[in-house]
């Protein structure tokens, strides 16, 4: 096994792991594992090995590319594939990155890869992005300090991110279910609280869901993002607002939830493709 580190967080780690044919035949092992930052990030994977890839994006952004496709991928956003086809990737220069990573396989290896693939992308943002963090972290923590009980660990350790990766974005979970009538219910207090200021971290926090799965499902249900949501509802509000009161420009600006009026009236050009005054003449 050769491991190159410095500390943990936000350093260099890196793990090849030596698998003995016993393990290897009958539970899932690790093979290789680390951290790294777009300081020592690798170039590119070289390498086309016969096991699994899977790694967390905890801080920045970077690129992936993997069978010709090249894709973006930010913070909360993890990334699984097939080493056996071409990959690679790389930091991006203007934010750099952060990554936990491991390459895995075994006798199952297969079925939960293409489980999986039945209902996500090779990039995807997971429900419960901590949990998986910490998962991942646990398992780069538990090959660096080796004993006898790394292997047993490690086949627990994958099985466990595995089956909270399918889980957690199962069509047929039930805990898929509740998240959908959380959306809705997040929907509803949108539409009652559309007009004051909403922030994205404490909407998820209050609602006890992830951001980045609460965007991300968000538009995957409704068709639009939230930021674009609550701006439909202003702008419909301010036309009922124009139409039906005296209220001047900068008023009904105010009653909509927006803290800049010339703002409000580019926002409101641009989806009615008039302005407040003109729509106002012609619906009055």
Not at 38 to 53: A, G, I, L, T, V
Not at 120 to 140: A, S, W
């Given at each position: 096994m050769n491991n190159s580190t410095d500390f943990?967080?936000?350093?260099?780690?890196?793990?090849?792991?030596?698998?003995?044919?016993?393990?290897?035949?009958?539970?899932?092992?690790?093979?290789?594992?680390?951290?790294?930052?777009?300081?020592?990030?690798?170039?590119?994977?070289?390498?086309?090995?016969?096991?699994?890839?899977?790694?967390?994006?905890?801080?920045?952004?970077?690129?992936?590319?993997?069978?010709?496709?090249?894709?973006?991928?930010?913070?909360?956003?993890?990334?699984?594939?097939?080493?056996?086809?071409?990959?690679?990737?790389?930091?991006?220069?203007?934010?750099?990155?952060?990554?936990?990573?491991?390459?895995?396989?075994?006798?199952?290896?297969?079925?939960?890869?293409?489980?999986?693939?039945?209902?996500?992308?090779?990039?995807?943002?997971?429900?419960?992005?901590?949990?998986?963090?910490?998962?991942?972290?646990?398992?780069?923590?538990?090959?660096?300090?080796?004993?006898?009980?790394?292997?047993?660990?490690?086949?627990?350790?994958?099985?466990?991110?595995?089956?909270?990766?399918?889980?957690?974005?199962?069509?047929?979970?039930?805990?898929?279910?509740?998240?959908?009538?959380?959306?809705?219910?997040?929907?509803?207090?949108?539409?009652?609280?559309?007009?004051?200021?909403?922030?994205?971290?404490?909407?998820?926090?209050?609602?006890?869901?992830?951001?980045?799965?609460?965007?991300?499902?968000?538009?995957?249900?409704?068709?639009?993002?939230?930021?674009?949501?609550?701006?439909?509802?202003?702008?419909?509000?301010?036309?009922?607002?124009?139409?039906?009161?005296?209220?001047?420009?900068?008023?009904?600006?105010?009653?909509?939830?927006?803290?800049?009026?010339?703002?409000?009236?580019?926002?409101?050009?641009?989806?009615?493709?008039?302005?407040?005054?003109?729509?106002?003449?012609?619906?009055?």
């Open positions: 943990f967080n936000g350093k260099y780690i890196y793990i090849d792991n030596i698998i003995k044919k016993e393990v290897s035949d009958i539970m899932f092992h690790v093979t290789r594992a680390g951290h790294f930052t777009s300081e020592n990030c690798p170039r590119q994977k070289k390498k086309y090995y016969k096991d699994y890839f899977f790694m967390i994006v905890t801080k920045g952004k970077g690129m992936v590319k993997y069978n010709d496709v090249l894709n973006n991928v930010s913070m909360g956003e993890c990334v699984f594939f097939d080493c056996s086809k071409p990959n690679h990737y790389l930091p991006d220069p203007d934010e750099p990155w952060e990554v936990t990573w491991l390459n895995f396989n075994g006798p199952s290896s297969e079925y939960y890869y293409k489980t999986f693939l039945k209902q996500m992308d090779n990039i995807f943002v997971p429900q419960n992005f901590e949990i998986i963090r910490v998962i991942l972290t646990k398992i780069v923590d538990n090959n660096l300090h080796r004993s006898e009980a790394t292997d047993m660990l490690n086949a627990k350790l994958v099985t466990d991110l595995l089956t909270t990766v399918i889980l957690n974005n199962n069509t047929y979970d039930d805990c898929t279910n509740k998240s959908k009538h959380k959306l809705f219910t997040i929907r509803e207090y949108l539409d009652n609280n559309f007009t004051e200021q909403i922030n994205l971290d404490e909407l998820a926090e209050n609602f006890f869901i992830s951001k980045f799965y609460l965007t991300r499902e968000f538009k995957k249900t409704f068709g639009t993002t939230i930021i674009q949501y609550i701006l439909n509802k202003r702008i419909e509000y301010a036309k009922e607002l124009l139409t039906y009161t005296n209220k001047s420009i900068e008023e009904i600006s105010e009653a909509c939830g927006f803290n800049d009026q010339s703002y409000f009236s580019r926002q409101f050009k641009k989806a009615e493709n008039t302005t407040c005054l003109a729509y106002r003449k012609k619906h009055v």
